[in-house]
């Protein structure tokens, strides 16, 4: 029997088609300015180096629901920083990393072939990632009217946005749990860059004045890969409905999804400190600024960007022009159509670059 490779069914993987703009960008005098990935480059703060450290003497198996100070921290973060109510330790499950839960959800919540998954319109590849690999059908959309007849198995919001930086509005996040409450529609809300919102207030699907006080039917999705600078830590968290909760962590038990118990420790200590989060915070504010103007002053417009570690900029032409004129400046950035066609004349440009690096590219654009 001939057995058809899994990767058939996911999309062309965007990042090959950057190099050959890489290696131009890289080629400059005074080296390239990678903003086209967001990965953290600041120190990972003390509080959480010294808790790892402290916990490194780590012999036997952790348990995947994780450790009741850990769940506690997230119950009391989410309350503190986010205004969550009602939400107990039944509610939360650390998991390794958010991407590793985003691509791997509808696997283990037993989706297949017949099944609708639906995300938006310009969205972080993974969504549509893991609902292919299950062989569930895709749409892509920012209605709920555009869904149709059809009930989808699956509904994904991302607010604040990755890469377009939108908040959705609390009004708009009502509707939407609204909506899939009265179909049975589980709702899956990615909110990892909730603590990098730089204008208005991003609200969790899980706060009061969204949810109405009940998490039925709903999950949020957090990582402190961005707050904390603890992108090679992988340490995030699903919480919301402890149904939904209990079952996830009966299929990962059997499947070995595990938190490391010391990086458990830290991510507590990391849930549990606020000041290195509003320090980094600080120091996103500055560079984003300076991007920002820079882009803006190059003939650059920035569309949403109200969050997020990303300005979502246009010059209102195809995006692989922009890339390339960007690259021959030795500037690095995500073309637009990563996240779907309607990102096709955007660029995603990330301000997680050293503060050299920043410099380098608001003198480049000058």
């Not at 190099?19 to 890289?26: I, S, T």
């Not at 290195?276 to 600024?289: F, N, T």
Request: charged content about 20%; glycine content about 10%; aromatic content about 6%.
């Amino acid at each position: 029997m001939t057995r058809t490779p899994v990767s058939r069914r996911l999309p062309d993987f965007p990042w090959d088609r950057l190099v050959p703009y890489a290696e131009q960008a890289r080629a400059h005098r005074d080296g390239v300015v990678d903003l086209s990935i967001g990965t953290p480059v600041d120190p990972t703060p003390e509080v959480v180096q010294r808790a790892l450290a402290a916990a490194t003497d780590s012999p036997g198996y952790p348990q995947t629901i994780g450790l009741p100070q850990t769940r506690q921290a997230v119950v009391d973060w989410l309350a503190r920083r986010h205004g969550v109510t009602g939400l107990g330790l039944d509610g939360v499950l650390p998991v390794i990393g958010s991407k590793e839960l985003i691509a791997s959800l509808p696997q283990q919540l037993g989706l297949g072939p017949g099944d609708l998954v639906v995300f938006p319109e310009v969205a972080y590849p993974t969504y549509e990632v893991g609902a292919r690999l299950v062989g569930a059908d895709v749409m892509a959309t920012d209605s709920l009217t555009a869904v149709g007849p059809r009930t989808p198995a699956l509904l994904w919001l991302n607010s604040p946005s990755n890469p377009t930086g939108r908040v959705l509005p609390p009004d708009h996040l009502r509707k939407v749990v609204d909506w899939c409450r009265e179909r049975g529609v589980l709702l899956v809300s990615d909110e990892c860059y909730v603590e990098c919102t730089w204008e208005g207030e991003a609200l969790s699907v899980l706060h009061p004045d969204v949810c109405g006080g009940s998490h039925e039917g709903l999950l949020a999705v957090h990582s402190l890969s961005k707050r904390s600078n603890l992108a090679g830590y992988r340490c995030a968290f699903v919480a919301g409905d402890p149904a939904v909760v209990a079952e996830l962590l009966a299929v990962r038990k059997n499947l070995g999804l595990i938190m490391p118990g010391p990086q458990q420790r830290a991510m507590a200590a990391a849930l549990d400190d606020d000041a290195h989060a509003d320090e980094q915070h600080a120091r996103y504010a500055a560079r984003r600024a300076r991007l920002r103007a820079a882009l803006e002053g190059a003939g650059f417009g920035v569309t949403h960007s109200e969050a997020s570690l990303y300005l979502w900029a246009t010059r209102g032409e195809p995006c692989w022009d922009t890339v390339a004129w960007l690259a021959e400046r030795g500037v690095l950035v995500a073309p637009g159509e990563f996240y779907g066609r309607a990102g096709a004349q955007h660029v995603r440009v990330a301000f997680t670059a050293i503060d050299e690096r920043v410099a380098a590219a608001v003198e480049r654009l000058a």
